[in-house]
């Protein structure tokens, strides 16, 4: 009987290719300017992608809309604009971020709030699971808790430019994060947990491999991962959201806090009551730093198919 070899990745096509030697000249030349030099460019090129250039300018736009009803036109697009800007920021101090010391990431959080709950849910010794999403620098969130000495998994999806992909675990690797990818979350989290890890999901955007449940978000229902609500209740362990956001320093805040887990018997009532509850936490976050929110994301793109008119995707 014949058997049949697995079969390997595709080759990398020449986009690929040209598109990985274009990132690491970027990030080289990128380096030569500091980290602040660097957020400066990534802010600036945002802001020019937002305007004139237009790009998911109308999405950015309607999903702020619908967001903050209250707001005019005038001060939608004005949130928009320091929303590109952030996201330019946030995406090359990440870039720019492999290499750099421990003592440094530390140096650039200015003030940090409920880490107590860190240190407690460790004691523990059931793992934790960190929630956080789309706001803020979330790489940086990582980085922070890893040169705090506490060991740090992060569930992350794949690309599709497999270079690329590889390069990325390499820098996560580099500032002190273990990678496992969400298409291999169901297998290699409990052992994490059990090694008593952090397992980190940035847990407002689906996820390949991981059940989702519909929640609301700004008062639309939104498809939202429910893998660390399932594993925070079948393993015991703590759940803590984390978020760390730019202050006008340019320095950041980090923010901790337990999310409620109470099991009532009912497994599938309370995995979404958890996925609820961190939910909410994070709009709330949101709703103080609405301008660092990645809002080139269609957060409402799959919804259920009873959804009313008014609450569909804007």
């Known amino acids: 009987m014949s058997t049949v070899a697995p079969s390997a990745e595709p080759a990398p096509t020449f986009s690929h290719r040209v598109e990985y030697a274009a990132t690491r000249a970027a ?16 802010g600036w090129l945002a802001r020019l992608a937002y305007r004139p250039i237009g790009i998911r300018a109308g999405v950015v736009e309607r999903q702020i809309a619908a967001a903050f009803p209250h707001l005019s036109a005038d001060e939608v697009r004005a ?17 720019v971020l492999p290499g ?39 790489e940086f969130a990582g980085a922070y808790v890893a040169a705090r000495g506490v060991r740090v998994d992060a569930v992350t999806r ?16 580099q500032i002190g994060m273990e990678v496992i990818h969400d298409r ?19 847990a407002d955007h689906d996820a390949l491999g991981l059940a989702s ?23 015991g362990a703590p759940v803590l959201l984390m978020i760390c956001v730019r202050q006008p320093s340019g320095r950041y805040a980090f923010f ?6 109470q099991p009532t018997g009912d497994r599938e009532a309370d ?9 909410q936490m994070l709009e709330q976050k949101v709703r103080e730093y609405p301008e660092q929110y990645f809002w080139q994301h269609r957060r409402w793109r799959r919804q259920p198919p009873d959804t009313p008119p008014h609450l569909r995707e804007p």
Do not use: C, M
């Open 271 to 279: 995995v979404d009551a958890i996925v609820l509850r961190y939910t």
């Open 27 to 42: 990030v080289a030349g990128l380096r030569l300017l500091g980290w602040r030099g660097a957020s400066t460019v990534g």
């Open 158 to 173: 794949g690309a599709a430019n497999k270079l690329f992909e590889a390069y990325i675990t390499r820098t996560r690797q």
């Open 213 to 235: 449940t519909f929640v609301p978000f700004f008062g639309r229902p939104a498809k939202t991962p429910r893998g660390p609500a399932v594993f925070a209740l079948r393993f």
């Open 100 to 138: 750099t010391s421990p003592a440094d990431v530390l140096a650039r959080v200015e003030r940090v709030e409920g880490w107590h709950h860190v240190e407690a849910a460790l004691a523990l010794g059931k793992g934790i699971i960190a929630v956080t999403g789309h706001l803020g620098n979330w």
């Open 184 to 202: 291999d979350a169901v297998r290699r989290t409990p052992r994490s947990l059990r090694e008593n890890h952090l397992v980190a999901f940035v």
């Open 256 to 261: 901790v806090e337990p999310v409620e887990v």
């Open 79 to 95: 949130l928009s604009g320091r929303a590109y800007e952030s996201l330019g920021r946030t995406s090359i101090e990440t870039a």
